[in-house]
């Protein structure tokens, strides 16, 4: 498994992680051991570490990314809004007038295009003043570094923050006190910017016979796979939500 040591609730080292729950039991259902190559999931993680043949297959990663070969995508999730539970106001659309009004917490990849989609949106609206950046990579000597986001809406050092939702999700589980998640309205923001992505296993586009076995067994313990991600909070689009 290709993985990063330092990702909740994805992956880290103590195989914390709901896709360390799931490699396990992939590597169960397939009677193969597991093993991982360790390496920060960020620019050149694909090309460092499944490219380079350290490692078999990439358990989370958008079905569309066109690198790797994927499965059948195993679940869908989306961006989300975060507040506390007692802020005075509610949010259910990015063209809400409150979000021009409010602190509004979004993570940044870089200064080349490519953000996330919630910088993007917001830019196209003139929300610009009232943005607070935080690196989609945090300080990685730090535990669990992205969920920085999380804890500052927490801690209400941002009024609301647009997360991906299984980091959301989980982190804001563990937050002191009460935290409302709900999901970014509109799907796809005009012309073309989704807020919802299918998430697949990635393998090297030559191992298709591979391929096939990985969705044999998607198939086969989809139940099990659900209750995963159930257990760690992940937002579905998928799947209705208790």
């Known amino acids: ?89 509610t949010i259910r659309s990015l063209n809400d007038s409150i979000l021009r009004r409010v602190k509004v917490g979004v993570q940044f990849v870089g200064d080349d295009g490519a953000n996330t989609p919630a910088v993007h949106a917001l830019n196209k609206r003139g929300i610009v003043r009232n943005i607070v950046g935080f690196s989609i990579y945090g300080d990685y000597r730090e535990p669990n570094p992205p969920a920085r986001i999380v804890e500052a809406v927490a801690k209400g050092t941002v009024d609301v923050a647009i997360v991906w939702g299984p980091l959301a999700g989980y982190f804001a589980a563990k937050q002191a006190v009460p935290l409302t998640i709900v999901p970014v309205s509109p799907q796809v923001d005009l012309p073309f910017l989704p807020f919802v992505f299918d998430i697949a296993m990635g393998v090297r586009r030559a191992d298709t016979a591979f391929r096939q076995q990985l969705d044999d067994v998607l198939v086969r313990r989809r139940d099990s796979m659900d209750s995963i991600l159930a257990a760690f909070h992940v937002p579905r689009t998928d799947r209705r939500q208790p």
């Open 1 to 89: 498994m290709c993985a990063d040591p330092n990702n909740l609730p994805f992956s880290n080292s103590r195989e914390e992680g709901f896709e360390n729950h799931i490699a396990r039991l992939l590597a169960s259902e397939m009677e193969r051991p597991l093993q991982y190559a360790w390496y920060a999931q960020r620019r050149g993680f694909i090309r460092n570490t499944l490219r380079a043949e350290l490692c078999d297959v990439i358990v989370g990663i958008p079905a569309s990314v066109e690198l790797v070969l994927p499965t059948r995508p195993y679940y869908r999730s989306t961006y989300v809004f975060v507040h506390r539970a007692d802020a005075p106001f």
